[in-house]
């Protein structure tokens, strides 16, 4: 067949006014498509749509109005857009975005693709969890074809007929380099590791805490790891230490995940390796499924505060929409299904000059309900919190806190006291 190669004006002139235009995200995110937006978009009508970007070329339209913009992550480039309404945020679980997406009848869609193979099959290499979906639904199908991109094992790979066209890219992978370990960050994750059983399924996010967390495990004598869930770098080091087992592959791999987060070397890592599978949310993102498959499945999670009650807010800051619930819902749902499973909130006890502290009376956003934790670490200790009362939950997290706000968490505490109503 002959392939329909053209310019990224080209493709992205097929578009009709008034489209509903979604972007792959993280390291699969077309740069050079969503560069030339910036020329072609003003007076289309165009709302694109994303979720985590790390580059935003396209934000100069979104702030003089001729450009629409949706996530359902905002990230710090996109939080005054949000909070002053030049751009949307969409409150949604990741196992929930490809219902979303056929739901709002995309109309086009961008993704970074491998080129073809002898069978004509491109692969979405790092980045699937919602890519699969927006191709599957989207009208027009525009594909920015990358030589570098890893051609990646489980179901990232989709037939060359299936797009409109192809365009050479010019924008090299994005990169996203991990946060360095620092005293807090080691004493939070040496805490966990202490919880962690043998064998264990993690669900990691990103930030200093995961990401230390998965750097200290080799100090720990415990057997053999898996990961679901964000692929980073350091995981790269547990592979060829042996920690994860080369013989775990696809479809129960080392590593199952929907979207890396690292540099080239997870990349070069990921090319043709058949122990990280690359799954859509509908897989990656599926509690029913993820409990059934991984005993011992483990959720650590970060939050940007969490209330003495044990709600968790992982999304806000003084009423401005941060971040997004991601997939982390997803997940703590999956250890509260599987056969020993853990549900962990790992956080600071507070900001790191301690003037304001991250447990707090009553959180404004509730990300993950009381309901839904086990335990939750900080520098200060550990709480279990499963089985514990209202009240015992609120010594618990007040003894996590940071001192100098001790006293004050007390008294918030006895004057609405835990379980009460407004």
Known sequence: MTLPHRTAREALDRIPAGALVVSAPGMGAPGSLLAELTAVAPGRGWTLVSGLLMDYPFLPLVEEGT???RTW??????RDLVADGRAGFVPARASRLAALLERWQVDAALVRVTPPDERGRCSLGPSVSYGMAAVASARIVIAEVDPTLPRTHGDS??????FDSLVETASAVPEYRSAKPNPTSTAIAERVLDLLPAEPTLQIGIGAIPETLVRSLPSRDLGSVRFVGMATDEMVDLFETGLLRRNAVVPRPAILSPD???????LAFSHDNPSVGMYPSAVSHDPAYLAGAYDRFVSVNTAIEIDLEGNVNSETVNGKQISGAGGSLDYVDTASRSRGGLRVIALPASSADARVTRIVPKVATVTVPRTMVDVVVTEHGVARLDGLTTLERTEALVALAHPDHRDALRAAAEETPAGATA
């Open 157 to 162: 790979s989709v037939h060359v007929s299936c």
């Open 67 to 69: 450009l629409g913009y």
């Open 260 to 266: 890396m987060m690292g540099t080239a070397r997870l």
């Open 73 to 78: 992550h905002v990230m710090a480039p996109v």
